[in-house]
C-alpha cells in the first residue's frame, strides 16, 4: 500500500510517500521558519498561502523521488488537526481532492498519532507496547501506548508546554525564531550551576508537567539583570537543564507507572540533545529501552503522515472498512489524542 501523506498543521509544509512493503520512499519538506522570523513567531493567515503556494510543487517532488506517478497511489492521507484551521484546510482539500480524483481511499490523520508512531520509522523501530513521552511547541504528554489507537494519557501539562517554556525563555533572552533552538545554541557555551531555575512539580505526585513557573522565574532573573555574554549563555544552559530534568524525570516515573520497558520520546523537542542524553543515561541505569525519530523526522513533516495514515488504512482494509472515496472533508483545529480509536 503506497501513500501519500500531506501535512499542513502550522509553519511546514511536508509531502511523502510511504509504502507498507518498501518502507519511506520519498519526501519533500519545506520550512516558513524564515518568513515568520520578522514576525518573531507564527502569522496564521500568511501560513496558510504560503501552504497554499508549496503543497503542489512539494508533492510534484516526493513522487519524483519516490520514482511514482500519482495514479500508482493506493491512498492520500492528511492532517485532519489539530493545528491552525486555514493551514490544515489547505492540506485536507488537496488531499481530500487528490483521493477524490484518483478514486481511492482518503484519511484524516491526528497530527500528534504521526509524531507519537515516527520513532517506528527508525531502522530498529520499538515493538508496542510502550510509554511514549510526546513533548513539542503545544503539547507535553505522558502516554501509555498498547496498539494503534489505543492511547492512555497519563500525565499532560497544566499550562505550558515544554516547547513553548524553550520558545518563551529565548524571547525573554532576546533570541531570535524559532527560540528553542536558538536557546540551545546558547547553552552550549553556557558553565553549569551558574544559575539555578526552578522545577516545577517536579516532587509533586502524578504525572502533570507546568512549566509556566519557569518561565516567571527566567523572567524575574533577566531584570535583576544578567550581565556578560558568558552568564546570558549560562542562564540558557540552565533553562534547558531545568526543562529536560523534570521531562526526565517523569518519563521515568511514567514507565514504573505502566509496567512496559520501553520508552519513545517524539515531537519537536525529541530532538534536544541534553534531553536525548538524560534519558540515555537513565536508560542504561534503570534497564529500559528508549527510541527517538531520525533527527529528520522530529519536526513536523509529511513522512509522519503518511506512515500513521498507512498504518490506518492497513488496519481498516484488514477488517474490510476501508473508506469510501472521500465526497468531503473537515478539519479539526482542537482534537485531543485520547478522543481517537
Known amino acids: 500500500m503506497r501513500i501519500l501523506g500531506i501535512e499542513s498543521s502550522c509553519d511546514e509544509t511536508g509531502l511523502a510517500v510511504y509504502c507498507t512493503e518498501r518502507g519511506l520512499l520519498g519526501q519533500a519538506l519545506h520550512s516558513q521558519v524564515d518568513m515568520h522570523e520578522r514576525y518573531g513567531g507564527v502569522v496564521p493567515e500568511l501560513a496558510s498561502r504560503d501552504h497554499v503556494r508549496r503543497v503542489v510543487p512539494l508533492a510534484r517532488q516526493a513522487l519524483a523521488d519516490s520514482g511514482l506517478t500519482i495514479a500508482d497511489l493506493d491512498g492520500i492521507a492528511w492532517t485532519e488537526g489539530p493545528g491552525l ?53 503545544g503539547h507535553t504528554q505522558l502516554l501509555a501506548v498498547e496498539g494503534l489507537g489505543r492511547y492512555r494519557l497519563l500525565g499532560d501539562t497544566l499550562d505550558d508546554a515544554a516547547g513553548e517554556a524553550f520558545d518563551k525563555s529565548a524571547k525573554l533572552l532576546g533570541l531570535g525564531y524559532p527560540g528553542g533552538p536558538a536557546l540551545s545554541r546558547l547553552a552550549a557555551q553556557g558553565t553549569p550551576a551558574r544559575f539555578r531555575l526552578p522545577r516545577p512539580m517536579l516532587n509533586d505526585p502524578g504525572l502533570d508537567f507546568s512549566f509556566s513557573g519557569l518561565k516567571t522565574a527566567v523572567r524575574t532573573q533577566v531584570a535583576r539583570g544578567i550581565g556578560s555574554e558568558s552568564d546570558r549563555a549560562s542562564l540558557a544552559l540552565e533553562v534547558e537543564s531545568a526543562i529536560t530534568e523534570v ?26 540533545r541534553q534531553l536525548r ?21 522530529c519536526t513536523d513533516n509529511g513522512a509522519m503522515i503518511a506512515f500513521a495514515g498507512a498504518l490506518r488504512l492497513q488496519a481498516l482494509a484488514r477488517l474490510g472498512q476501508l473508506p469510501a472515496v472521500p465526497c468531503g472533508f473537515t478539519v479539526k483545529p482542537r482534537w485531543p489524542l485520547h478522543e481517537l480509536e
Not at 487528490?98 to 490523520?109: D, E, H, M, S
Open 85 to 137: 484551521a486555514g493551514a490544515l484546510l489547505v492540506g485536507a482539500a488537496v488531499g481530500a481532492s487528490l483521493a477524490w480524483a484518483l478514486g481511492r481511499p482518503g484519511i484524516g490523520v491526528h497530527h500528534l498519532e504521526g509524531h507519537l508512531l515516527s520513532p517506528l520509522l527508525a531502522d530498529d523501530p520499538p515493538p508496542m507496547p510502550f510509554t511514549a513521552l510526546l513533548v513539542s511547541g
Open 277 to 297: 542524553e538524560r534519558l540515555g543515561q537513565a536508560a542504561q541505569r534503570e534497564g529500559f529501552g528508549v527510541w527517538f525519530p531520525p533527527p529528520a523526522l
Open 247 to 272: 521531562l526526565a524525570v517523569k518519563a521515568v516515573r511514567a514507565l514504573h507507572d505502566s509496567g512496559h520497558r520501553r520508552l519513545v520520546v517524539a515531537g519537536g523537542v525529541s530532538a534536544n
